[in-house]
C-alpha cells in the first residue's frame, strides 16, 4: 500500500493519526501542497479530484477520501476499534462526525479559503479553480465559533467524545480545534470538559504526528 499524505493539510493527518492509532507502518508519499503539488499532470493521474489523502493498494485500486480509507482499513485491520465497536457507537461516531464536518469543518473550510490571501482564486479544493467570496469567509468564522461554544457541552463528563473509547470522533474533532487555531479562534475559556477531553486527546503520541 502507499499512503499520499501533505504535512501541512488537515485532511491527511486524520489518515496518518488513524494508521498510528492502529499500529500499521504503511508506505507514505508526501505531495507538498505549497508548492502545487496535487495539482500536477503526475498527481492528477493519481487522483483526478486533486486532493489528500489517498491510500493506493496493492492491487491498484485508489481509495480517495478519510472516509474510504478509514473504512478499509478498519475493515482490514479491525484492532483497535476506532470507528466503533457496537452497532450503537458506529451509530453515535456517524451522529457525531456529521456535526463536525457540516458546522466545524464545513465552517472553517468556508472561513479560510475566503479570506486568506495564498488562496485567491482557490476557495474550493478540487481541479476547479473559484473565487473566494469574502461575504461567505465571515460567515465560516461564524459558524466554527458557535460550533466551538457547543463543544463543552458535546463533550460532557465523558472520556471520549463517541463515550468510554477513543474513536475518529476524538480524531475529527481534535484536528478541527487545531485547525481553528490558524485563525487565532479556540475552545471558549470555560469549556471545563472540553479543555480536559482536548488535553487529553491531544497528549497521545499519534497527534504529534
Ligand atoms: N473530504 C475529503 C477532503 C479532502 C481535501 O479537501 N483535502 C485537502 C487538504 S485538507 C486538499 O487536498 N486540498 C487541495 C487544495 O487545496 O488544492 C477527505 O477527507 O478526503
Known amino acids: ?16 493519526i488513524f494508521i498510528a492509532e492502529k499500529g500499521l507502518d504503511i508506505k507514505t508519499v508526501d505531495i507538498d501542497m505549497r508548492k502545487g503539488e496535487q495539482l500536477s499532470d503526475e498527481f492528477r493521474a493519481i487522483n483526478p479530484n486533486c486532493t489528500v489523502p489517498v491510500l493506493e493498494l496493492d492491487d491498484g485500486n485508489r481509495l480517495l477520501t478519510t472516509a474510504g480509507i478509514w473504512q478499509y482499513l478498519e475493515a482490514i485491520h479491525p484492532e483497535p476499534a476506532l470507528m466503533g465497536a457496537t452497532a450503537l457507537e458506529k451509530g453515535l461516531i456517524a451522529d457525531i462526525r456529521w456535526q463536525i464536518e457540516f458546522s466545524g469543518s464545513m465552517g472553517m473550510a468556508e472561513a479560510l479559503r475566503n479570506t486568506v490571501p495564498g488562496m485567491k482564486g482557490r476557495a474550493l479544493p478540487g481541479p476547479d479553480n473559484y473565487e473566494q467570496i469574502p461575504e461567505l469567509g465571515e460567515r ?4 466554527v465559533q458557535r460550533f466551538l461554544g457547543r463543544i463543552d457541552d458535546m463533550i460532557g463528563d465523558k472520556e471520549f467524545v463517541a463515550g468510554d473509547n477513543y474513536t475518529v470522533a476524538d480524531i475529527d474533532l481534535m484536528i478541527l480545534i487545531d485547525f481553528a487555531g490558524w485563525l487565532k479562534m479556540g475552545l471558549p475559556e470555560d469549556a471545563a470538559n472540553a479543555k480536559r477531553w482536548y488535553d487529553a486527546v ?3 503520541p499519534s497527534a504529534k504526528l
Open 1 to 16: 500500500m502507499k499512503f499520499y499524505d501533505s504535512k501541512t493539510a488537515p485532511s491527511p493527518r486524520r489518515v496518518r
Open 202 to 204: 491531544s497528549n497521545r
Open 140 to 143: 465560516g468564522k461564524l459558524r
